[in-house]
């Protein structure tokens, strides 16, 4: 069976300063993975999605993340942090064969400070 | 263009009380159809997924249940509700394929999601 972990609950960055949060995958198949943002009290809006192809996947909102099956990690970045972007981020895997079931991770809330 | 709607958007109910929280799909015909809920950091967990009208499964035992009665309606409902159905509820639907007569979903496929609805359970 797929699943996601995503290390760090709580992320803060500086206002201008890099993002990273972290995503590891576990499946026995090629996964397919996606990272979702969830502002507060509101649904999830899909930033970015990897199917195949290009490992390096870009997003809504400058945001980019790297596919490395080496290291079964789809890392999410974004060079410049703006004070828009604090919410949660979720990374979730595919589950093949059926329904198109998603497994997501526990989230990581992403706090921007001036 | 597609749209998800979720009713009510905030509820607070006592234990005990019966419950139906109502998901509407627009502008889209046979989509997959999703429930999830959100309890306070324990991420999303999936509920029930639909892959047409009548056909629910269920990924968790829970006092909770499903249906479908029109392609693109989703219900979820609770005979007796507890303390722990408490939490952030969230529709989801994604796209389908008619392939060889069969309608088949795509795992690459992104699913959308409604606005969510907040249940508290007192």
């Known amino acids: 069976a797929q699943s996601v972990t995503q290390l760090g609950s709580h992320v803060s960055v500086s206002e201008g300063a890099l993002v990273l949060l972290r995503c590891n995958y576990s499946?026995?198949?090629?996964?397919?993975l996606f990272w979702y943002v969830q502002y507060p009290n509101q649904g999830l809006q899909l930033l970015l999605k990897?199917?195949?192809?290009?490992?390096l996947v870009k997003g809504i909102n400058g945001f980019e993340a790297e596919f490395k099956k080496s290291e079964t990690s789809f890392h999410l970045t974004k060079p410049s942090a703006h004070m828009s972007d604090a919410a949660e981020y979720f990374c979730?895997?595919?589950?093949?064969?059926?329904?198109?079931?998603?497994?997501f991770g526990t989230g990581t809330q992403l706090k921007v400070e001036l | 263009s597609q749209t998800i709607h979720q009713w009510p958007a905030t509820l607070v109910q006592p234990v005990g009380s019966p419950l139906s929280l109502e998901c509407t799909v627009e502008?889209?015909?046979?989509?997959?159809l999703y429930w999830y809920r959100q309890a306070a950091g324990r991420g999303l967990q999936l509920l029930f997924y639909?892959?047409?009208?009548?056909?629910i499964s269920s990924e968790v035992p829970q006092n909770l249940s499903a249906s479908r009665p029109q392609d693109r309606q989703f219900i979820l409902s609770s005979k007796k509700l507890l303390l722990s159905d408490s939490g952030f509820y969230l529709c989801?639907?994604?796209?389908?394929?008619?392939?060889?007569?069969?309608?088949?979903?795509?795992?690459?496929?992104?699913?959308?999601f409604g606005p969510g609805t907040r249940l508290t359970v007192l």
């Open positions: 502008g889209t015909s046979n989509p997959n």
């Open positions: 990897y199917t195949t192809g290009a490992t």
């Open positions: 499946s026995s198949v090629p996964p397919y």
């Open positions: 639909s892959v047409g009208i009548g056909q």
């Open positions: 989801a639907w994604s796209v389908v394929w008619l392939i060889g007569g069969r309608w088949e979903g795509d795992s690459t496929d992104t699913q959308y």
């Open positions: 979730a895997v595919s589950v093949t064969g059926g329904g198109n079931k998603l497994t």
